[in-house]
């Protein structure tokens, strides 16, 4: 048994189903498409987020047909447009602006949001070890490049 090669994917939290995306990306390994999605969802149920959230997974197939997979958390621009109310592209939104520049805003997020996003990113086994205001200054230009700005609610003066 010997390490082929790692496949990543992207699968909906708790509703992984055999079908072509994911037998694409795993038929040539020979691996079965149902036993990983029925693995998948059994590990995926016990995370903290919803049905359908998109997961990313890093499975690493081995010789005999055999694999293993870890769980990441959502992708950083899904987080984003939950925080700020937009809705993706598979949700028949815009998915946030077509070009960036300054004159495209599309949103806004506060840095509050960018330090939860942040929180749950720098969970992932290959941000640990970075610092947590790295990781949320990530979060800030994957957002900017969205074409969604981080801003502190205005205060009302009296």
């Given at each position: 048994m010997s390490f082929v090669r790692y496949v990543t994917l992207r699968v909906p939290c708790?509703?992984?189903r055999p079908g072509p995306a994911i037998g694409q990306a795993l038929g040539p390994l020979g691996?079965?498409?149902a036993e990983f999605c029925?693995?998948?969802n059994d590990k995926s149920e016990s995370l903290p987020y919803a049905k359908e959230t998109p997961l990313s997974v890093r499975l690493n197939a081995m010789s005999d047909r055999t694999f293993t997979f870890d769980?990441?958390?959502p992708p950083t621009s899904w987080m984003i447009l939950q925080a700020s109310g937009l809705k993706s592209?598979?949700?028949?939104?815009a998915g946030g602006a077509?070009?960036?520049?300054p004159n495209s805003i599309v949103g806004y997020i506060t840095p509050e949001q960018v330090y939860e996003i942040a929180k749950v990113k720098h969970k992932d086994s290959m941000r640990d070890h970075l610092p947590l205001e790295g990781v949320a200054r990530s979060v800030?230009?994957?957002a900017k490049s969205m074409g969604i700005l981080v801003k502190e609610h205005e205060e009302e003066s009296d």
């Open positions: 708790a509703a992984a691996i079965n498409m029925k693995q998948f769980v990441r958390s592209k598979a949700q028949g939104g077509k070009q960036p520049s800030i230009g994957t």
